[in-house]
């Protein structure tokens, strides 16, 4: 039974107040945003205590499915916690009796404990499966500093620690005495849980997510601190908290690589302890039925030790190698997000010896085990090399999970495709039956009521509120698009410009028109992304519009967030191109304001929940075949923004689902580009078109200030070295398709009748991207809960 939700806020609000005064000795009037930020959240946790405690027993006594994942990007929980409880907008009433602001939390960091789409859609699935019931709990690391804060000094990025434990952790539970020991070759430690709880909306479920932390058990050294050797004393602390430092260590070294197999032999290992514990402790149960009650995802490969980590497991209960096997094959799926050859993780064996040498000799039984049966398959030669799960030194850790799972599934209909065609061809010829496709999906809660309680006032106001929790439901939008209802969408959209514009002039010191079309490209910055060749596009307008044409192309507004994994030279380098690029452009006064680039600094979760909104146009840009799904493209189509894409990933269905004549499909196909790989000219291409070459040639010719990351980069579209082929992500070939459809959606923006409908339409034909889809469909064909 839900509390009504009144009665909910006043009881939070009360417990707030009585926390502020027990902990701070103030009123909650008094309160400054990170005092409100942790006496608001205790009170929530406080609030819940009974239904979190209830489904934890619910979830322990029946089958149920846990996610594993290196990252959960759950970003900023106090907002969207008090939405899913429906109590956002009357606490903050109430709040604003007392003088309080309940926006002046914005600042409190956010949680990044991820990388980009792998890790935000960890965290749609919680909120998904926790709306809906579904027993999912989630389980992960307690980085001590996630993804990295990045600012921008001269137009390079520069990065920060995130030091988001800075102001307290009031969500999370520490249950030291449910921590268990991971023992490894030369280093023992203790995982402590520490949980979140994941609340449904409109429900009393309540999930968990269940982050390990690292710590010693020695963490003084009395000795040594008595001989005054203080860095000894404190070693061991030092050396087991390192492993969960922090999110993705430099692993450019064997130490460096180490550490990031410790992690994820840490995280492994004190799940399934974790899990066999629980299991052992819920009665009249033998590790033979481990399956029966758990269903494992495996959030990519991060966590693919915990294979050879239960089998080791089980084996230590008594069961023989081919029995754990058996049990620990029922248990595990697993989820591919890339067909990136270099993004496939591979592990040296003596690396994965020296960390846990008896979880290593589970992966030899596992090797040869699956050789024996490959060999009765009659399979030999080139299959079986392809196939080796073991190869020479190198552990091939897709195929390892391919192997011991039950299913694997790829993010998008293209995307499994390609796996079943491509990267996993042998394995598809084998065991057909495990393959399947899962489109990925988005939370509509903080995706669309949270982040824009403007449309999605607009849009109860014409459908009712069924959307929030049937995403399907928008399309009765369809039949209710008029001019009216394409006027006042317009209208929303006008007011999420200026907000944002108001954040961005604040926060980059750079100003927008919110009468602009606003053009966005937000997501991890990488080759293939292509943010490059979006950047030409916009030196190409630039040099146009500086030549006298493009006369009446609508002002417009550029918009990149995005950062470099800080070891990645080229990625940095075109975030300078394109910084120095907006330099150049913002001040250039024969443009006066007509196109505005910004580049906006330490992109994360919260700013997307304000740059979505927004947008006119999402830049979905990659070529065919190399964008597993995207989940940006989604969010960015469910605010109404019309995609500029390639068929790629999720695009293909956001096009089938709302049209290609109401987006900007463009570029070469998966088949085309198959077609022109092996005699692909980006040399030919450049020499042949001139328009191009200027284009091009920005990078070196001083248009911009140039430097050698700059000729690199340049060089790298030209001229193949070693094994990098000359524009490996095929940007020449695509760019004069790309320019056409992005001029046509800019000027088609000007008709602001035509344009809003195309907006409408897709919001109304955004149903299937709905997380709550998603998660349903893996409870049904994989979890089998
Ligand atoms: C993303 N992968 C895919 N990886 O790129 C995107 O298409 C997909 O929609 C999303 O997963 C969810 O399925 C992704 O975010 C990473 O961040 C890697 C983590 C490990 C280091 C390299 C990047």
Redesign the pocket.
């Known amino acids: 039974m839900m509390i009504e939700s009144g009665t909910r806020s006043r009881a939070i609000l009360e417990k707030a107040e009585e926390l502020c005064f027990c902990n701070h000795q103030i009123s909650i009037a008094d309160a400054n945003p990170v005092q409100l930020h942790e006496c608001l959240a205790e009170a929530v946790v406080h609030e819940l205590s009974g239904a979190w405690n209830r489904s934890r027993r619910n979830h322990d006594r029946g089958r149920h499915a846990g996610y594993l994942s ?2 959960f990007l759950i970003g900023k929980l106090v907002y969207s916690n008090l939405y899913n409880l429906g109590v956002l907008r009357e606490v903050r009433a109430l709040l604003a009796e007392k003088g309080v602001d309940l926006a002046c939390m914005e600042d409190i960091e956010d949680a990044s404990l ?8 960890a965290a749609c699935f919680l909120d998904s499966a926790a709306t809906h019931g579904i027993p999912l709990d989630g389980y992960g690391l307690r980085y001590r500093y996630g993804l990295f804060k990045q600012t921008f000094e001269n137009g390079e990025q520069v990065e920060g620690a995130d030091d988001w434990l800075r102001d307290g952790d009031p969500w999370s539970c520490r249950r030291y005495g449910e921590a268990v020991r991971v023992v490894m070759a030369d280093q023992t430690v203790i995982a402590v849980p520490y949980d979140m709880p994941v609340i449904g909306y409109g429900t009393d479920n309540v999930g968990t997510l269940r982050l390990w932390q690292s710590e010693s058990e020695h963490p003084l050294d009395f000795a040594a601190y008595n001989r005054q050797d203080y860095v000894t004393s404190m070693r061991d602390k030092n050396l087991a908290e390192s492993i969960t430092s922090v999110l ?1 260590p430099d692993d450019s070294t064997w130490e460096g690589k180490r550490l990031r197999l410790k992690q994820q032999y840490f995280l492994c290992s004190a799940t399934m302890q974790d899990l066999l514990r629980r299991h052992r402790r819920a009665g009249d149960r033998t590790v033979l039925d481990f399956a029966k009650y758990h269903a494992l995802q495996l959030n ?1 490969t ?1 966590p693919v030790l915990a294979i050879p980590e239960l089998i080791r497991l089980l084996m230590q209960e008594g069961l023989e190698f081919e029995r754990a096997f058996q049990v620990t094959r029922s248990t595990f799926s697993y ?1 591919n ?2 067909v990136l050859g270099e ?1 496939l993780e591979r592990w040296d064996m003596n690396l994965i010896e020296s960390v846990c040498p008896e979880t290593a000799q589970i992966i030899r039984r596992i090797d040869e085990r699956a050789r024996g049966r490959m060999e009765s398959h009659g399979i030999y030669g080139d299959m079986l090399y392809n196939m080796q799960i073991l190869d020479g030194n190198t552990v091939h850790m897709a195929r390892l999970a391919v192997y011991t799972s039950s299913t694997i599934n790829g ?2 209909a293209i ?1 499994t495709e390609i796996l079943k065609r491509d990267v996993f061809r042998d394995w598809y010829a084998v065991y057909p039956e495990r393959f399947q496709n899962k489109t ?1 999906g988005i939370t509509q809660r903080r995706w669309l009521g949270l982040c824009n309680a403007e449309l999605s006032d607009l849009i109860r106001r014409t459908i009712g509120t069924g959307f929030l929790t049937d995403l399907s439901r928008l399309g009765e939008l369809k039949h209710a698009i008029d001019d009216r209802l394409v006027q006042d969408f317009r209208a929303v959209k006008r007011i999420k410009k200026e907000q944002l514009a108001q954040w961005i002039e604040k926060h980059e010191g750079v100003s927008l028109s919110p009468d602009s079309v606003f053009d966005v490209q937000i ?2 910055l ?1 080759e293939y992304k292509r943010q490059l060749m979006n950047a030409f596009s916009i030196m190409d307008i630039y040099l146009s519009m500086k030549r006298g044409e493009l006369r009446d192309m609508p002002n417009t507004t550029f918009i990149f967030g995005a950062k470099a ?1 800080s070891s990645y030279a080229r990625a940095k380098a075109i975030i300078r191109y394109i910084n120095r690029m907006a330099e150049l452009i913002n001040h250039d006064p024969d443009i006066a304001g007509r196109i505005r680039v910004v580049f906006v600094q330490n992109y994360n979760c919260s700013y997307a929940e304000r740059i979505i909104p927004a947008a006119d146009i999402s830049e979905q840009i990659s070529p065919a075949g190399l ?6 493209n989604m969010k960015l189509m469910l605010n109404g923004a019309v995609t500029l894409g390639t068929l790629d ?2 695009n293909v269905e956001i096009a089938e689902e709302a049209g290609a004549e109401n987006n900007y499909i463009f570029g070469m196909t998966v088949d085309d580009i198959d077609r022109v790989r092996g005699s692909y000219d980006p040399k030919g291409i450049y020499d042949g078109n001139e328009s191009l070459r200027r284009i091009v040639d920005t990078l070196i010719d001083g248009t911009v200030p140039t430097d050698d990351g700059l000729r690199e980069l340049h060089s790298s579209l030209l001229y193949s070295a070693g094994w990098s082929r000359a524009d490996n992500y095929y940007v020449l070939l695509d760019y004069p398709a790309y320019r056409e459809a992005k001029l046509r959606a800019i000027y088609d923006w000007a008709d602001s009748a035509a344009f809003g409908r195309k907006c409408l339409w897709n919001i109304a034909s955004a149903g299937k991207f709905s997380s709550d889809r998603t998660v349903q469909e893996y409870a049904r064909d994989i979890w089998k809960l």
């Open positions: 290196a990252e991820g990388n980009g789409g792998l890790g935000r859609l993705y990519d991060h989820t997000h890339t993004a993010v998008a995307h990925n997501k991890r990488h994994a964008e597993a799904s995207g989940t940006g990933g999720a």
